[in-house]
């Protein structure tokens, strides 16, 4: 008797983990997958189905952090936009995308990240 083994063509959900961090106190725009589709065509069909959008405000150091759960985590993506102001500095903007607990992917820039995994 067998006991705890997966059955055949069971697939394990993976632990998604975006973060946002700036250095600044900032405004930013952020599109992320929430929910994986079943296809791009799915995806392409009514993308908000699957995705967010929403606009967040930073302290700096303070982390935006959202985690969901994918079969395949590599449908993974964040794209970010600051609401630049003038005569305010960069907020120097930092994301990552971790799949089970590990840093997979991460992008730094003074205003605009985009992290994603390979389906993109």
Known sequence: MALGQPTAGAQE???????????GAYEFDIFYLAAQPPSMEAFNADAYAFAKREKVSLAPGAPWVFETTMADPQWAIMQVS???????????????????GQVLVQHDDPYNVRCQLGKW
């Open 82 to 100: 600051s609401t630049t102001r003038g005569g305010q500095a960069a907020p120097n903007a930092h994301c990552d995308i971790a799949v089970d």
């Open 13 to 23: 959900d993976h632990q998604v983990r975006y973060t946002l961090v700036s250095a």
